[in-house]
């Protein structure tokens, strides 16, 4: 099976604009999770999305948003660009069959805000 | 909400010595905890993962323990290999009453394994 594809791979931005970062999963995954990567916060959770539905929400402002498609396939998008919001974004998909899968990461964006 | 500690943040050993990595989470419901090795410019990708109905987990050279009492669990790398080295990420999973995939990560440790 191909592995979660993310796009792009790179964004370069300025601040005050919005961006919106794509994922597909694992075909058959129907979990879609999305973190944040930098050097001084770690890996954080962004939010999680499993049948287009949103189920869990990580302390981010709202700002930062998503969506799920019937296919699985999911996008976050970013409003009003801050330079902290410079990153590397990864989404993660897993099957979800009624518990805790291994998640598997996409290559993830990097995002970066000038 | 659920807290992960790591430890050490850095780690070098010699090739052929073993690696221990400690994280301690503070949600006792916790039930899944993950381990992923980064490496430079790469995606996580999952090496072991262990279930809190299980103590102990092994895969060739990598293990996990997990302790539920003193909630902590542990990554083993035996035989180190210079290709070992990346930056290793520990994980939990809190229920938080539901079917959940949010992982909350430990800070990593960038393990260098010195030929």
């Known amino acids: 099976k191909a592995g979660v594809t993310q796009t792009p791979r790179y964004l370069i931005k300025t601040r005050g604009q919005q961006v919106t970062l794509s994922c597909s999963p694992i075909?058959?995954?129907?979990?879609v999770s999305w973190y944040q990567q930098t050097p001084g916060q770690g890996l954080q959770f962004l939010f999680e999305?499993?049948?287009?539905?949103?189920?869990n929400k990580g302390n981010f402002p709202g700002r930062f948003s998503g969506r799920q498609f019937s296919n699985s396939r999911s996008e976050m998008n970013v409003s009003t660009l801050e330079l902290g919001d410079s990153a590397l974004y990864l989404c993660?998909?897993?099957?979800?069959?009624?518990?805790?899968?291994?998640?598997?990461f996409g290559p993830g964006t990097r995002l970066t805000v000038l | 909400g659920e807290n992960v500690e790591q430890h050490p943040s850095t780690l070098s050993v010699q090739e052929g010595d073993s690696a221990v990595i400690k994280c301690t989470y503070s949600?006792?419901?916790?039930?899944?905890f993950p381990w992923y090795k980064q490496e430079l410019g790469k995606r996580p990708q999952l090496i072991i993962d262990?279930?809190?109905?299980?103590g102990e987990k092994k895969d060739q050279r990598i293990a996990v323990t997990l302790n539920k009492t003193a909630k902590h669990f542990s990554l083993h790398i035996t035989e180190t290999q210079p290709e070992d080295s990346a930056v290793y990420f520990c994980?939990?999973?809190?229920?938080?009453?539901?079917?959940?995939?949010?992982?909350?990560f430990g800070t990593g440790t960038l393990l260098a394994v010195q030929p």
């Open positions: 993660a998909s897993s099957t979800n069959r009624g518990k805790t899968d291994t998640q598997y």
């Open positions: 075909s058959g995954h129907r979990s």
């Open positions: 999305y499993f049948s287009e539905t949103q189920r």
């Open positions: 949600d006792s419901a916790s039930n899944y």
């Open positions: 262990i279930r809190s109905n299980v």
């Open positions: 994980a939990a999973i809190s229920p938080e009453g539901g079917a959940t995939n949010k992982l909350i």
